[in-house]
């Protein structure tokens, strides 16, 4: 198995997966390893915060249980960013965030945009594929848990720009920063993460057919993330 292999193989039916404790206390870990202001952690941060709030309004990784949508997500996260901090090859889609991570000219909005992105459109395709063939079921019997997480990344989304856009008296309308972030749409990445789903459901049984999709969607998911990470200053 390659090493992009290891990041886009489906779990097969009665695959161990990690409990919710460990996946909370994973994120956890990575959140105080890094500085302050580090381009990875300015998304962990945003994304660690919106699961925690989340939590008690029967949401977010802590009160999913093992397995579930939500779970499966932050695990393919997760795995990226363990390949990465091994010196290994994470995903295409993440890759460009490791070596931005401190660029003085990428501004904390992006980086954390970047992230979403990349979690949007690679990871939850394939968190969606994982469950199904786990479960041996179809996407649309993922439609409410599809949906909860939608209003997980939507929470996320919000946060990200509350919290790390600058407002109006330190942003000109033609500042590039304004032109990137009004390009990127989370409702499009989440639809075209359950088109593609589907399509990874459908070519089971056809390994290289769906390990070039799978290819190509990183592929894609990647390019966008290299746009968001423009430097603007």
Known sequence: MTQIEQFT?????????????????????????????????VFHE????????????????PRAAAGTLEVRLAERYLA?????????????????????????GVRPVQFALAGLHAHVAHDLALAVADVCCTRDC???????????????????????HDDLMPGPDLLRIADPLTHLVSSWSLER?????????????RLRGFSSQAEEFRRQTDAGAGLVVRFLLTPCR
């Not at 439609?143 to 996320?156: I, K, N, W």
């Open 9 to 41: 193989e489906p779990a097969g039916p009665g695959t161990r997966v990690a409990g919710v404790g460990t996946v909370r206390e994973r994120m956890r870990a990575f959140h105080r390893r890094w500085p302050p202001g580090d381009g990875v952690g």
């Open 46 to 61: 945003a994304y660690l915060t919106t699961v925690r709030g989340s939590s008690g309004h029967g949401g977010g990784v």
């Open 80 to 104: 990226a960013l363990d390949a990465a901090e091994a010196g290994g090859r994470p995903p295409e889609c993440w890759r460009p965030l490791f070596p931005y991570r401190r660029h003085p």
């Open 138 to 160: 179809e996407p649309a019997a993922l439609e409410g848990e599809f949906d909860r997480v939608g209003d997980l990344l939507a929470s996320l989304e919000e946060r990200i």
């Open 189 to 201: 990445a989440r639809e075209a993460a359950w088109s593609a789903a589907g399509v990874l459901r």
